[in-house]
């Protein structure tokens, strides 16, 4: 059974980082992109981009390329999600969410992360 | 961007009703849509892919079409368990991008 386990939630100071992991199991970890999603209080979802597992070749949303990176432990099975210059716009539950390998695209969710960006 | 206008944005129905979500493209998506339903404080969970593919163990009363640019989401007889909050995302380009949602109420 496929699960993705995320750590715990977060408050952060504007202008702080903030790092989520993602522990991933039940399917081969090389073979699929781990992405990033995050939903704000009142706004729609936001897809930040996206890691291959085996590769490490990453995509980003424009809207947060230079602010986000990805990393990958294969040998943890677990991505990483690391989101800089925290403002308070950045509050929000992030998802770690596996891809697809030609099957159908978000199956199987984290159970999220809350960042709460507040001075 | 593709951007996704969903509507609408709340609604509230009995249970028993035939429900209705539509999202609008701006650009030919070529029915790569999905439609995922969240409960509050919980994942969501992917009801439908490729616009009309119903997951397996989601009843059968939950549908998906497209016409043109335009996709529907369609509960044919609501359960009270269905209310919650109904999002569209696309997939055809990067970035994916998603609709607004809709939150249902059950009356």
């Known amino acids: 059974q496929v699960h993705l386990v995320q750590s715990e939630a977060e408050v952060k100071k504007p202008g702080a980082s903030v790092n989520i992991s993602c522990k991933t199991s039940g399917f081969n970890f090389n073979k699929y992109a781990v992405h990033w999603i995050r939903q704000g209080p009142g706004q729609r979802l936001e897809w930040l981009g996206q890691i291959t597992g085996g590769s490490g070749n990453k995509r980003f949303s424009q809207k947060f390329q230079g602010r986000v990176s990805f990393s990958r432990e294969i040998s943890a099975t677990t991505a990483y999600m690391e989101l800089s210059s925290l403002t308070s716009e950045d509050t929000a539950t992030y998802y770690c969410?596996?891809?697809?390998?030609?099957?159908?695209?978000?199956?199987?969710w984290g159970q999220g992360t809350l960042v709460t960006v507040s001075s | 961007d593709i951007y996704l206008t969903q509507t609408p944005s709340s609604l509230s129905a009995s249970v028993g009703d035939r429900v209705v979500i539509t999202c609008q493209a701006t650009q030919d998506i070529r029915q790569n849509l999905n439609w995922f339903h969240q409960k509050p404080g919980k994942a969501p969970q992917l009801l439908i892919s490729?616009?009309?593919t119903l997951q397996p163990g989601v009843p059968s009363r939950f549908s998906g079409s497209a016409s043109g640019t335009e996709y529907t989401f369609t509960i044919s007889r609501l359960q009270s368990e269905d209310l919650g909050f109904y999002f569209c995302l696309q997939y055809e380009n990067l970035p994916y991008t998603f609709g607004q949602g809709t939150n249902l109420e059950i009356k």
């Open positions: 490729g616009t009309s």
């Open positions: 969410v596996r891809g697809s390998s030609g099957g159908p695209l978000f199956v199987d």
